[in-house]
Nanobody
Framework: QVQLVESGGGLVQAGGSLRLSCAAS????????MGWFRQAPGKEREFVAG????????YYADSVKGRFTISRDNAKNTAYLQMNSLKPEDTAVYYC???????????????????WGQGTQVTVSS
């Protein structure tokens, strides 16, 4: 059984930075791709960033490209999301998830992810 636990969220002013962590227990994440999604109140969960199992391929939503960086450390069984130049529009609950990455566009497809963390709140003030 795999459990994912996010941490690092909080309140930050616009233009600031946060780093989110996603720690896995149980089986290692080394054989799985990983992704970050976010969900604001009353809105659908949206893709933020994805990373291949080796870390060699990274994918980003247009809304965060150039500001966010996804990474992973398989030795620590942990994935990260570095968020810079934060905007109020980034306010949401952020979730990490794992994927078998079956499809060619797996990183954008919420149906490709089988395990999810509980989420961590990120609030960006203007």
């Amino acid at each position: 059984q795999v459990q994912l636990v996010e941490s690092g969220g909080g309140l930050v002013q616009a233009g600031g930075s946060l780093r989110l962590s996603c720690a896995a227990s149980g089986r290692t994440l080394s054989r799985y791709a990983m992704g970050w999604f976010r969900q604001a109140p009353g809105k659908e969960r949206e893709f933020v960033a994805g990373i291949s199992w080796s870390g060699g391929l990274q994918y980003y939503a247009d809304s965060v490209k150039g500001r966010f960086t996804i990474s992973r450390d398989n030795a620590k069984n942990t994935a990260y999301l570095q968020m810079n130049s934060l905007k109020p529009e980034d306010t949401a609950v952020y979730y990490c998830a794992r994927s078998r990455a079956y499809g060619s566009n797996w990183y954008r497809d919420i149906g490709e992810y089988d395990y999810w963390g509980q989420g961590t709140q990120v609030t960006v003030s203007s």
